[in-house]
Protein backbone atom coordinates (compact mmCIF):
# COMPACT_ATOMS: atom_id res chain seq x y z
CA UNK A 1 0.00 0.00 0.00
CA UNK A 2 1.30 3.69 -0.54
CA UNK A 3 -0.72 5.05 1.62
CA UNK A 4 1.86 7.60 3.77
CA UNK A 5 -0.80 7.55 6.60
CA UNK A 6 -0.05 10.87 9.37
CA UNK A 7 -1.98 8.48 12.24
CA UNK A 8 -3.56 5.29 11.96
CA UNK A 9 -6.81 5.02 14.46
CA UNK A 10 -8.18 1.57 15.89
CA UNK A 11 -11.72 1.42 16.99
CA UNK A 12 -14.75 2.58 15.06
CA UNK A 13 -17.27 2.76 17.33
CA UNK A 14 -18.92 6.20 17.19
CA UNK A 15 -15.99 8.46 19.28
CA UNK A 16 -13.34 6.93 16.89
CA UNK A 17 -15.57 7.82 13.70
CA UNK A 18 -15.97 10.82 14.26
CA UNK A 19 -12.11 11.81 15.45
CA UNK A 20 -11.39 9.90 11.72
CA UNK A 21 -13.74 12.73 10.39
CA UNK A 22 -12.25 15.40 11.76
CA UNK A 23 -8.48 14.59 11.40
CA UNK A 24 -9.51 14.02 7.56
CA UNK A 25 -11.35 17.30 7.55
CA UNK A 26 -7.85 19.18 8.60
CA UNK A 27 -6.28 17.10 5.30
CA UNK A 28 -4.46 14.90 7.81
CA UNK A 29 -4.33 11.19 6.22
CA UNK A 30 -5.94 8.13 8.33
CA UNK A 31 -5.67 4.50 8.25
CA UNK A 32 -7.87 2.88 10.22
CA UNK A 33 -8.88 -0.42 11.40
CA UNK A 34 -11.58 -2.07 13.78
CA UNK A 35 -11.92 -5.51 15.17
CA UNK A 36 -15.13 -6.29 13.55
CA UNK A 37 -13.47 -5.75 9.63
CA UNK A 38 -16.74 -5.31 8.25
CA UNK A 39 -17.23 -2.03 10.10
CA UNK A 40 -13.98 -0.84 8.58
CA UNK A 41 -15.52 -1.68 4.85
CA UNK A 42 -18.70 -0.13 5.76
CA UNK A 43 -17.14 2.89 6.96
CA UNK A 44 -14.34 3.82 4.28
CA UNK A 45 -17.67 2.91 1.74
CA UNK A 46 -19.83 5.17 3.25
CA UNK A 47 -19.05 8.50 5.58
CA UNK A 48 -15.29 7.71 5.04
CA UNK A 49 -15.22 7.35 1.45
CA UNK A 50 -12.32 10.03 0.84
CA UNK A 51 -8.92 9.78 0.09
CA UNK A 52 -7.33 10.96 3.16
CA UNK A 53 -8.96 7.59 4.92
CA UNK A 54 -7.68 4.06 3.64
CA UNK A 55 -9.35 0.75 5.59
CA UNK A 56 -7.35 -1.62 7.03
CA UNK A 57 -8.27 -5.05 7.00
CA UNK A 58 -5.00 -6.32 9.54
CA UNK A 59 -3.32 -4.44 12.19
CA UNK A 60 0.10 -5.12 9.97
CA UNK A 61 -1.88 -4.01 7.65
CA UNK A 62 -2.29 -0.89 9.47
CA UNK A 63 1.13 -0.59 10.43
CA UNK A 64 2.20 -0.43 6.83
CA UNK A 65 -0.11 2.01 5.91
CA UNK A 66 1.83 5.03 8.54
CA UNK A 67 4.57 7.49 8.15
CA UNK A 68 7.50 6.74 10.35
CA UNK A 69 8.16 7.71 13.44
CA UNK A 70 4.21 5.72 13.47
CA UNK A 71 1.65 6.94 15.73
CA UNK A 72 -1.38 4.90 16.27
CA UNK A 73 -4.29 5.77 18.27
CA UNK A 74 -6.69 3.35 20.12
CA UNK A 75 -10.31 4.61 20.48
CA UNK A 76 -10.97 1.48 22.11
CA UNK A 77 -13.47 0.53 25.39
CA UNK A 78 -11.12 0.91 28.51
CA UNK A 79 -10.13 -2.44 30.38
CA UNK A 80 -8.36 -5.22 28.79
CA UNK A 81 -8.84 -4.60 25.30
CA UNK A 82 -6.68 -1.93 25.85
CA UNK A 83 -3.73 -4.26 27.10
CA UNK A 84 -4.57 -7.05 24.28
CA UNK A 85 -4.48 -4.14 21.61
CA UNK A 86 -0.54 -2.88 23.41
CA UNK A 87 0.27 -6.74 23.07
CA UNK A 88 -0.40 -7.00 19.21
CA UNK A 89 0.64 -3.79 18.59
CA UNK A 90 4.50 -4.05 20.03
CA UNK A 91 6.67 -6.57 18.25
CA UNK A 92 4.65 -4.56 14.86
CA UNK A 93 6.12 -0.82 15.67
CA UNK A 94 9.49 -0.01 16.08
CA UNK A 95 11.27 2.14 19.24
CA UNK A 96 10.54 6.06 18.74
CA UNK A 97 6.62 5.09 17.46
CA UNK A 98 3.77 6.43 19.59
CA UNK A 99 0.86 4.61 20.82
CA UNK A 100 -2.06 6.29 22.22
CA UNK A 101 -5.22 5.38 24.21
CA UNK A 102 -7.72 8.13 23.54
CA UNK A 103 -10.61 6.14 25.75
CA UNK A 104 -11.69 7.03 29.08
CA UNK A 105 -8.84 4.43 30.94
CA UNK A 106 -8.20 4.53 34.23
CA UNK A 107 -4.97 6.53 35.22
CA UNK A 108 -3.08 3.69 37.17
CA UNK A 109 -3.66 1.86 34.23
CA UNK A 110 -1.89 4.45 31.70
CA UNK A 111 1.16 4.90 34.20
CA UNK A 112 1.43 1.11 34.04
CA UNK A 113 1.09 0.98 30.06
CA UNK A 114 3.39 3.97 29.87
CA UNK A 115 5.87 2.57 31.98
CA UNK A 116 5.69 -1.27 29.61
CA UNK A 117 5.88 1.02 26.47
CA UNK A 118 8.51 2.74 27.24
CA UNK A 119 10.32 -0.08 27.96
CA UNK A 120 9.80 -1.92 24.82
CA UNK A 121 11.39 1.73 23.40
CA UNK A 122 8.55 2.84 22.04
CA UNK A 123 6.53 6.00 23.58
CA UNK A 124 3.09 5.48 25.19
CA UNK A 125 0.33 8.61 25.53
CA UNK A 126 -2.98 8.86 27.52
CA UNK A 127 -5.03 11.23 25.85
CA UNK A 128 -8.56 12.24 27.63
CA UNK A 129 -11.34 13.14 25.57
CA UNK A 130 -13.77 15.26 26.08
CA UNK A 131 -16.55 16.52 24.20
CA UNK A 132 -18.92 13.74 23.15
CA UNK A 133 -19.83 12.61 19.36
CA UNK A 134 -19.74 16.00 18.41
CA UNK A 135 -16.99 17.08 20.45
CA UNK A 136 -15.12 14.31 18.37
CA UNK A 137 -16.20 15.41 15.22
CA UNK A 138 -16.05 19.27 15.72
CA UNK A 139 -13.30 19.93 18.11
CA UNK A 140 -12.82 18.15 21.77
CA UNK A 141 -10.84 19.27 24.46
CA UNK A 142 -7.50 16.45 24.42
CA UNK A 143 -5.75 16.03 27.65
CA UNK A 144 -2.32 14.16 26.38
CA UNK A 145 -0.02 13.16 29.29
CA UNK A 146 2.47 10.33 28.74
CA UNK A 147 6.08 10.25 27.32
CA UNK A 148 6.69 13.61 27.10
CA UNK A 149 8.57 12.98 23.84
CA UNK A 150 5.50 12.00 21.70
CA UNK A 151 4.25 15.45 22.52
CA UNK A 152 5.68 17.37 19.29
CA UNK A 153 4.84 14.41 17.43
CA UNK A 154 1.29 14.82 18.15
CA UNK A 155 1.40 18.23 19.15
CA UNK A 156 0.21 20.00 15.25
CA UNK A 157 -2.15 17.41 14.93
CA UNK A 158 -4.29 17.20 18.04
CA UNK A 159 -4.51 20.93 18.49
CA UNK A 160 -5.80 21.54 14.90
CA UNK A 161 -8.53 19.35 15.96
CA UNK A 162 -9.27 20.14 19.13
CA UNK A 163 -11.63 23.13 20.07
CA UNK A 164 -10.61 26.48 19.10
CA UNK A 165 -11.23 29.64 20.96
CA UNK A 166 -11.34 32.77 19.66
CA UNK A 167 -9.84 34.66 21.94
CA UNK A 168 -7.49 31.88 23.35
CA UNK A 169 -5.18 28.90 22.99
CA UNK A 170 -6.92 25.61 21.44
CA UNK A 171 -8.04 23.51 23.88
CA UNK A 172 -5.26 20.91 23.89
CA UNK A 173 -1.97 20.89 25.17
CA UNK A 174 0.38 18.82 27.40
CA UNK A 175 -0.65 18.14 30.97
CA UNK A 176 2.32 15.72 32.34
CA UNK A 177 4.09 12.09 32.43
CA UNK A 178 2.34 8.73 32.65
CA UNK A 179 -1.25 9.24 33.57
CA UNK A 180 -1.69 13.12 34.30
CA UNK A 181 -3.47 13.16 31.06
CA UNK A 182 -6.33 10.57 32.17
CA UNK A 183 -5.79 11.85 35.75
CA UNK A 184 -7.26 15.45 34.58
CA UNK A 185 -9.89 14.10 32.38
CA UNK A 186 -11.27 11.69 35.29
CA UNK A 187 -11.86 14.64 37.60
CA UNK A 188 -13.09 16.85 34.46
CA UNK A 189 -15.38 13.76 34.89
CA UNK A 190 -16.23 13.97 37.98
CA UNK A 191 -17.18 17.70 38.18
CA UNK A 192 -19.35 16.94 35.50
CA UNK A 193 -21.07 14.73 37.45
CA UNK A 194 -21.55 17.65 40.01
CA UNK A 195 -22.31 19.81 37.68
CA UNK A 196 -25.40 18.00 36.41
CA UNK A 197 -26.59 16.84 39.99
CA UNK A 198 -26.38 20.76 40.81
CA UNK A 199 -28.51 21.42 38.12
CA UNK A 200 -30.94 18.99 38.61
CA UNK A 201 -31.38 19.61 42.37
CA UNK A 202 -31.99 23.03 41.69
CA UNK A 203 -34.31 21.91 38.75
CA UNK A 204 -36.04 20.05 41.48
CA UNK A 205 -35.99 23.22 43.98
CA UNK A 206 -38.01 25.23 41.03
CA UNK A 207 -39.91 22.36 40.03
CA UNK A 208 -41.12 21.01 43.42
CA UNK A 209 -40.88 24.21 45.45
CA UNK A 210 -41.68 27.21 42.99
CA UNK A 211 -44.15 24.79 41.16
CA UNK A 212 -42.84 25.81 37.71
CA UNK A 213 -43.45 23.57 34.61
CA UNK A 214 -40.31 22.43 32.87
CA UNK A 215 -40.91 24.62 29.67
CA UNK A 216 -40.81 27.74 32.74
CA UNK A 217 -37.75 26.18 33.89
CA UNK A 218 -36.09 25.85 30.60
CA UNK A 219 -36.84 29.57 30.13
CA UNK A 220 -35.45 30.57 33.75
CA UNK A 221 -32.22 27.97 32.52
CA UNK A 222 -32.00 30.24 29.61
CA UNK A 223 -31.47 33.34 30.99
CA UNK A 224 -28.98 32.65 33.90
CA UNK A 225 -27.33 31.38 30.71
CA UNK A 226 -26.77 35.00 29.72
CA UNK A 227 -24.77 35.56 32.96
CA UNK A 228 -21.83 34.05 34.57
CA UNK A 229 -23.65 30.99 34.76
CA UNK A 230 -23.13 30.36 31.45
CA UNK A 231 -22.17 26.73 30.22
CA UNK A 232 -22.90 23.78 28.07
CA UNK A 233 -24.30 21.96 30.57
CA UNK A 234 -27.26 24.71 31.46
CA UNK A 235 -27.78 25.53 27.57
CA UNK A 236 -28.65 21.64 27.13
CA UNK A 237 -30.61 21.43 29.87
CA UNK A 238 -32.73 24.10 28.72
CA UNK A 239 -33.09 22.50 25.54
CA UNK A 240 -33.96 19.18 27.46
CA UNK A 241 -36.71 20.69 29.26
CA UNK A 242 -38.45 22.26 25.98
CA UNK A 243 -38.88 19.10 24.58
CA UNK A 244 -41.75 17.01 24.28
CA UNK A 245 -42.68 13.75 24.10
CA UNK A 246 -44.03 12.90 20.80
CA UNK A 247 -46.28 9.49 22.16
CA UNK A 248 -47.84 10.97 25.13
CA UNK A 249 -47.33 15.02 24.19
CA UNK A 250 -45.82 15.45 27.94
CA UNK A 251 -42.49 16.89 28.69
CA UNK A 252 -40.53 14.09 28.04
CA UNK A 253 -38.12 14.70 30.65
CA UNK A 254 -41.55 13.63 32.88
CA UNK A 255 -41.44 10.30 30.85
CA UNK A 256 -38.11 9.85 31.49
CA UNK A 257 -37.47 6.94 34.54
CA UNK A 258 -35.55 8.89 37.07
CA UNK A 259 -32.66 6.45 37.47
CA UNK A 260 -28.99 7.56 36.52
CA UNK A 261 -26.50 5.09 34.95
CA UNK A 262 -22.66 5.77 35.22
CA UNK A 263 -19.80 4.48 33.93
CA UNK A 264 -17.28 4.56 36.77
CA UNK A 265 -15.48 7.89 35.78
CA UNK A 266 -17.30 9.71 38.71
CA UNK A 267 -16.64 7.00 41.11
CA UNK A 268 -12.44 6.93 40.27
CA UNK A 269 -12.71 10.34 40.89
CA UNK A 270 -14.43 9.93 44.42
CA UNK A 271 -11.76 6.90 45.25
CA UNK A 272 -8.75 8.78 44.33
CA UNK A 273 -9.85 11.73 46.52
CA UNK A 274 -11.12 9.27 49.74
CA UNK A 275 -7.36 7.31 48.51
CA UNK A 276 -5.15 10.86 48.92
CA UNK A 277 -7.33 12.21 52.05
CA UNK A 278 -8.90 15.31 49.80
CA UNK A 279 -12.41 16.38 50.54
CA UNK A 280 -14.41 16.31 47.52
CA UNK A 281 -17.68 16.50 48.87
CA UNK A 282 -19.98 17.80 45.61
CA UNK A 283 -18.64 14.84 43.34
CA UNK A 284 -18.51 12.22 45.87
CA UNK A 285 -22.09 13.22 46.72
CA UNK A 286 -23.25 13.47 43.06
CA UNK A 287 -21.47 9.79 42.31
CA UNK A 288 -23.88 8.87 45.85
CA UNK A 289 -27.15 10.72 43.98
CA UNK A 290 -26.60 8.55 40.83
CA UNK A 291 -26.36 5.38 42.94
CA UNK A 292 -29.33 6.38 45.13
CA UNK A 293 -31.48 7.50 42.20
CA UNK A 294 -30.56 3.76 40.33
CA UNK A 295 -32.89 1.88 43.54
CA UNK A 296 -35.89 2.81 42.46
CA UNK A 297 -37.81 -0.03 44.60
CA UNK A 298 -36.16 0.88 47.65
CA UNK A 299 -37.41 4.34 47.04
CA UNK A 300 -40.97 3.88 46.39
CA UNK A 301 -41.11 1.84 49.28
CA UNK A 302 -39.56 4.37 51.45
CA UNK A 303 -41.40 7.22 50.23
CA UNK A 304 -44.70 5.14 51.67
CA UNK A 305 -43.33 4.57 55.22
CA UNK A 306 -40.25 7.39 56.06
CA UNK A 307 -41.80 10.34 57.30
CA UNK A 308 -41.06 13.87 55.96
CA UNK A 309 -42.18 17.42 56.28
CA UNK A 310 -44.75 19.12 54.53
CA UNK A 311 -43.54 20.86 51.25
CA UNK A 312 -43.31 24.25 52.01
CA UNK A 313 -44.08 26.47 48.79
CA UNK A 314 -42.19 29.01 47.69
CA UNK A 315 -43.20 32.47 46.93
CA UNK A 316 -42.03 32.81 42.77
CA UNK A 317 -40.40 36.04 42.53
CA UNK A 318 -37.45 37.74 40.85
CA UNK A 319 -35.68 37.89 44.00
CA UNK A 320 -36.40 34.32 45.08
CA UNK A 321 -34.94 33.36 41.01
CA UNK A 322 -32.15 35.31 41.48
CA UNK A 323 -31.39 33.37 45.30
CA UNK A 324 -31.24 29.60 43.60
CA UNK A 325 -29.60 31.39 40.98
CA UNK A 326 -26.70 32.38 43.54
CA UNK A 327 -26.84 29.18 45.35
CA UNK A 328 -26.33 26.80 42.55
CA UNK A 329 -23.07 29.38 41.54
CA UNK A 330 -21.23 29.57 44.34
CA UNK A 331 -21.57 25.54 44.86
CA UNK A 332 -20.54 25.30 41.27
CA UNK A 333 -17.49 27.32 42.68
CA UNK A 334 -17.04 24.97 45.66
CA UNK A 335 -17.28 21.96 43.52
CA UNK A 336 -14.63 23.33 41.46
CA UNK A 337 -12.16 24.39 44.30
CA UNK A 338 -11.95 20.61 45.28
CA UNK A 339 -11.50 19.44 42.09
CA UNK A 340 -8.48 21.88 41.35
CA UNK A 341 -7.54 20.55 45.15
CA UNK A 342 -7.45 17.11 44.34
CA UNK A 343 -5.41 17.77 41.34
CA UNK A 344 -2.71 19.71 43.09
CA UNK A 345 -2.65 16.90 45.49
CA UNK A 346 -2.38 13.96 42.75
CA UNK A 347 0.18 16.38 41.30
CA UNK A 348 2.29 16.79 44.26
CA UNK A 349 1.54 12.37 44.77
CA UNK A 350 2.79 11.24 41.69
CA UNK A 351 5.20 14.01 40.77
CA UNK A 352 3.18 15.82 37.63
CA UNK A 353 3.63 19.89 36.86
CA UNK A 354 0.42 20.16 36.62
CA UNK A 355 -0.53 23.78 35.05
CA UNK A 356 -4.26 24.84 36.67
CA UNK A 357 -4.74 27.67 34.51
CA UNK A 358 -3.74 25.93 31.59
CA UNK A 359 -6.34 22.97 32.65
CA UNK A 360 -8.97 25.21 32.95
CA UNK A 361 -8.73 27.25 30.02
CA UNK A 362 -8.55 23.61 28.12
CA UNK A 363 -11.72 23.20 29.46
CA UNK A 364 -13.35 25.96 28.53
CA UNK A 365 -13.92 24.48 25.00
CA UNK A 366 -15.36 21.45 23.27
CA UNK A 367 -15.71 19.17 26.47
CA UNK A 368 -18.99 18.40 28.72
CA UNK A 369 -18.09 21.18 31.59
CA UNK A 370 -17.15 24.25 29.49
CA UNK A 371 -18.34 26.98 30.97
CA UNK A 372 -17.34 31.22 30.83
CA UNK A 373 -17.03 30.87 34.42
CA UNK A 374 -13.45 28.74 33.55
CA UNK A 375 -11.70 32.05 32.51
CA UNK A 376 -12.08 32.68 36.05
CA UNK A 377 -10.13 29.88 36.99
CA UNK A 378 -7.57 30.72 34.59
CA UNK A 379 -7.39 34.28 35.52
CA UNK A 380 -6.86 32.64 39.67
CA UNK A 381 -4.31 30.91 38.82
CA UNK A 382 -2.62 33.70 36.10
CA UNK A 383 -2.84 35.59 39.75
CA UNK A 384 -1.31 33.30 41.73
CA UNK A 385 0.24 29.72 40.34
CA UNK A 386 0.50 28.32 43.78
CA UNK A 387 -3.02 29.09 44.82
CA UNK A 388 -3.64 26.82 47.41
CA UNK A 389 -7.86 26.93 47.09
CA UNK A 390 -9.28 28.73 44.41
CA UNK A 391 -11.72 30.12 46.91
CA UNK A 392 -9.23 31.91 48.52
CA UNK A 393 -8.57 33.98 45.37
CA UNK A 394 -10.04 37.60 45.34
CA UNK A 395 -12.69 36.54 42.95
CA UNK A 396 -14.01 33.84 44.41
CA UNK A 397 -14.21 35.03 47.47
CA UNK A 398 -15.95 37.74 46.49
CA UNK A 399 -18.49 35.74 44.72
CA UNK A 400 -18.37 33.39 48.09
CA UNK A 401 -19.13 36.81 50.12
CA UNK A 402 -22.01 37.72 48.05
CA UNK A 403 -23.66 34.26 47.31
CA UNK A 404 -23.22 32.50 50.57
CA UNK A 405 -26.19 33.56 52.22
CA UNK A 406 -29.01 32.29 48.85
CA UNK A 407 -26.56 29.21 49.39
CA UNK A 408 -27.59 29.12 52.93
CA UNK A 409 -31.19 29.51 52.37
CA UNK A 410 -31.86 27.47 49.24
CA UNK A 411 -29.93 24.45 51.12
CA UNK A 412 -32.01 25.46 54.50
CA UNK A 413 -35.26 25.49 52.51
CA UNK A 414 -34.37 22.51 50.34
CA UNK A 415 -33.88 20.83 54.31
CA UNK A 416 -37.03 21.78 55.59
CA UNK A 417 -39.42 20.89 52.55
CA UNK A 418 -37.84 17.33 52.53
CA UNK A 419 -36.42 18.08 49.05
CA UNK A 420 -33.20 16.12 48.70
CA UNK A 421 -30.35 18.70 47.48
CA UNK A 422 -27.09 16.71 48.41
CA UNK A 423 -24.48 18.45 46.60
CA UNK A 424 -25.70 22.01 46.83
CA UNK A 425 -25.72 20.98 50.97
CA UNK A 426 -22.84 19.01 51.36
CA UNK A 427 -20.43 21.30 49.49
CA UNK A 428 -21.85 24.07 51.91
CA UNK A 429 -20.62 21.95 54.93
CA UNK A 430 -17.28 21.60 53.37
CA UNK A 431 -17.55 25.79 53.01
CA UNK A 432 -18.29 26.12 56.52
CA UNK A 433 -15.56 22.90 57.92
CA UNK A 434 -12.95 24.97 56.07
CA UNK A 435 -13.56 28.38 57.53
CA UNK A 436 -14.08 26.99 60.61
CA UNK A 437 -10.55 27.55 62.53
CA UNK A 438 -11.57 25.96 65.54
CA UNK A 439 -13.68 22.61 64.81
CA UNK A 440 -14.72 19.71 66.99
CA UNK A 441 -12.03 17.59 65.81
CA UNK A 442 -10.66 17.60 68.84
CA UNK A 443 -13.21 15.64 70.65
CA UNK A 444 -12.60 12.99 67.64
CA UNK A 445 -9.41 12.75 69.22
CA UNK A 446 -10.29 12.45 72.87
CA UNK A 447 -12.66 9.77 71.62
CA UNK A 448 -10.03 7.79 69.74
CA UNK A 449 -7.09 8.54 72.42
CA UNK A 450 -10.20 6.82 74.72
CA UNK A 451 -10.86 3.71 73.06
CA UNK A 452 -8.01 2.78 71.67
CA UNK A 453 -5.00 5.24 73.35
CA UNK A 454 -4.39 6.39 69.67
CA UNK A 455 -3.02 9.76 71.58
CA UNK A 456 -3.28 13.04 70.71
CA UNK A 457 -1.77 16.30 70.14
CA UNK A 458 -2.04 19.62 72.58
CA UNK A 459 -3.11 23.11 71.77
CA UNK A 460 -0.49 23.98 74.09
CA UNK A 461 2.65 21.86 73.17
CA UNK A 462 4.46 21.72 69.49
CA UNK A 463 2.81 19.64 66.77
CA UNK A 464 4.26 16.21 66.56
CA UNK A 465 4.32 16.00 70.09
CA UNK A 466 2.12 12.84 71.15
CA UNK A 467 -0.05 12.86 74.37
CA UNK A 468 -2.50 10.06 75.89
CA UNK A 469 -4.66 10.40 78.92
CA UNK A 470 -5.56 7.19 81.20
CA UNK A 471 -9.52 8.24 80.68
CA UNK A 472 -10.36 5.72 83.05
CA UNK A 473 -9.23 2.74 85.29
CA UNK A 474 -10.51 0.27 83.24
CA UNK A 475 -8.01 1.55 80.28
CA UNK A 476 -4.85 0.17 80.45
CA UNK A 477 -1.58 1.55 80.16
CA UNK A 478 -1.14 1.09 75.90
CA UNK A 479 -0.55 3.76 73.68
CA UNK A 480 -1.65 3.12 69.67
CA UNK A 481 2.23 3.12 68.73
CA UNK A 482 2.49 -0.24 70.07
CA UNK A 483 -0.35 -1.50 68.11
CA UNK A 484 -1.66 0.73 65.37
CA UNK A 485 -2.05 -0.54 61.94
C1 LIG B 1 -16.97 13.58 27.98
C2 LIG B 1 -17.89 12.70 28.79
C3 LIG B 1 -17.71 11.29 28.36
C4 LIG B 1 -18.87 10.40 28.73
C5 LIG B 1 -18.87 10.01 30.16
C6 LIG B 1 -20.23 9.79 30.72
O1 LIG B 1 -16.18 14.24 28.62
O2 LIG B 1 -17.10 13.60 26.77
O3 LIG B 1 -17.60 12.80 30.15
O4 LIG B 1 -16.47 10.84 28.83
O5 LIG B 1 -20.07 10.95 28.32
O6 LIG B 1 -18.13 8.81 30.21
O7 LIG B 1 -20.06 9.14 31.89
P1 LIG B 1 -21.21 8.41 32.66
O8 LIG B 1 -21.80 7.39 31.71
O9 LIG B 1 -20.50 7.80 33.80
O10 LIG B 1 -22.19 9.48 33.00
Known sequence: MDFQGDIGLIGLAVMGENLVMN????????AVFNRTVDKVEKFVN???KTPSIAGCRSLPELVRALKRPRRVMMMV???TAVDELIDQLLPLLEPGDVVIDGGNSHYTDTRRRTRKVE???LLYVGAGISGGELGALNGPSIMPGGSAAAWPLLREMFQAIAAQLPDDLPCCDWIGPDGAGHYVKMVHNGIEYADMQLIAETYEVLRKMGKLTPEAIAGVFGEWNRGALNSYLLEITAEILRK????TEKPLIDVILDCAGQKGTGRWTADSALELGVPLSGIIEAVQARSLSDDKARREMSARLLPGPALRPAAVSDQWLAQVRSALYVAKIAVYAQGFQLLKRAAKEFGWPLDYGRIAGLWRGGCIIRAIFLNEITAAYRRNPELDNLLLDEFFRRAAAEGQEAWRRTAAAA????VAAPVLSATLNWYDGLRTAESAANLIQAQRDYFGAHTYE??????????????SEAGGGTVSGSYDA
Open 46 to 48: GRG
Open 458 to 471: RTDAPRGKFFHTVW
Open 244 to 247: VDPV
Open 119 to 121: AAG
Open 77 to 79: RAG
Open 23 to 30: LAGHHYQV
Open 415 to 418: ALSG
